[in-house]
């Protein structure tokens, strides 16, 4: 009989979180922690408590660009504690079952695809909106397996330096972690503000606003180029939709090909923060399906 759940982890530059889910992609239980010390100390531990006779396998969603031949992570700007590490190895010796990884925010997008709001779509790219910007992209119904690090186009020729070693990158403008760089600099230098609440704050909406405006050109960049059906917005920052994203869509209309942009929508993961370790276990039934197909 064949194996009806999966372990899927989500490990973000902020959290880790693992689940355990169906092949329906019914998440059974949950966890999450901050992410902290080592990382495979972390993974192992949360995952230790889902593991039991009925896992197909586990699915790793991890920030970074991967280097799928050698199942490692290349370069993680925001979790650097991943790279070169052995990380599909070490589960695989601790608990015997297959192990695959993929970059988090294409798990993401892979979710969304099989169970969330993607269901409708055959193109859509996927930004995650979070300590930094991740990408995913959909095309013919299929995950796309290339990089997508949206977060790291030009939006700025001569901008400021990113964690990756590029400059001007997308998410050193609108990211969470841009956000926050913004809003100490402007403090620094003589800002007042009251940071009761970024609905209620002059400055935080100033600083919302302006990252919107850049993450709208990164979406111009991509509807011009991909011309998905779809653009879909996960992370923590949707939270800030009114402002942040409203900014972004506005800017996006302006950058974008008409044609283009008026067939695009724009609109919210269905997941949430759940999409990264339901799409995880998901690539893991993906993964069995095409194994006993080659078979």
Known sequence: ???????????????????????????????????????????????????????????????????????????????????????????????????????????????????????????????????????????????????AEIGHITIHADGKKCHCGNSGCLESYASARALLSNVISALESGRESILKGLDGDILAREMLKDAGKNLGIGIANIINVMSPEAIVLAGGLTGAWDIYIQEAIREASKRSFKELFNKVKIIPSLLGDDAGVIGSAGIVFENMINRRISE
Not at 112 to 128: A, C, D, M, Q, R
């Open 1 to 147: 009989m064949s194996k009806r759940l999966a372990i899927g982890v989500d490990l973000g530059g902020t959290n880790l979180r693992v689940a355990l889910v169906t092949k329906d992609g019914e998440i059974i239980r949950k966890v999450k922690e901050p992410v902290s010390g080592g990382v495979i100390d972390l993974t192992i531990r949360l995952t230790k408590g889902f593991v039991n006779e009925e896992i197909a396998g586990i699915g790793l969603g991890v920030a970074g660009l991967i280097d799928r031949e050698n199942s490692k992570v290349f370069i993680s700007p925001n979790l650097p504690a991943v790279e070169g590490v052995s990380l599909v190895n070490s589960i695989k010796e601790k608990f015997r079952v297959p192990v695959f990884i993929e970059n988090d925010a294409n798990a993401a997008a892979f979710g969304e695809k099989w169970i969330g709001i993607g269901k409708e779509f055959s193109n859509f790219v996927l930004f995650t909106l979070g300590t930094g910007i991740g990408g995913g992209i959909i095309h013919d119904k299929k995950l796309l397996k290339v990089a």
